[in-house]
């Protein structure tokens, strides 16, 4: 797993949430969500993102394909739960926050929960997540 300080059992959770959405609203949109001049900026900064999305952009599988886009959606993602303290996470793992901070901060400016928004939007976003940081 890319950014290994991330705890696996939240990334993990963001995998299953992302997904349990793209099971039901297909995976076309992947590509697109992770086009975004932040995140690709991100994507090119760390060595194992830059090669999991170059494998996921080259491979003629769609499943494989998929499979590395969601696993660059579910790291991203988990970095914005950790940054922002997103039901606990941050003070479970204060170490991980400090480290995720630091790089939302420097990569994700002006959209510090954007992939977070998208798969945990409004009221929904308690049930779905809760539990995991008990």
């Known amino acids: 797993m890319p950014l290994r300080f991330l705890p696996r059992t939240l990334t993990a959770k963001c995998r299953r949430l992302i997904d349990a959405h793209h099971a039901i609203r297909g995976y076309a949109q992947l ?18 993102l ?3 999305f170059r494998q996921a952009s080259t491979t003629r599988s769609a499943k494989e394909a998929n499979e590395s886009y969601v696993l660059l959606m579910s ?4 970095l914005e739960v950790l940054a922002s303290d997103f039901e606990g996470w941050g003070q479970r793992f204060p170490r991980a926050k400090h480290q995720a901070a630091d790089i939302v901060e420097r990569h994700l400016e002006s959209s510090r929960t954007r992939v977070l928004d998208i798969y945990v939007s ?7 997540i809760r539990g995991a940081a008990a």
């Open 50 to 52: 830059r090669s999991i």
């Open 122 to 128: 409004g009221a929904a976003r308690r049930p779905r």
């Open 31 to 48: 590509p697109d969500l992770l086009w975004h001049a932040e995140t690709r900026e991100l994507i090119a900064t760390n060595e194992d």
């Open 75 to 78: 790291v991203i993602m988990a």
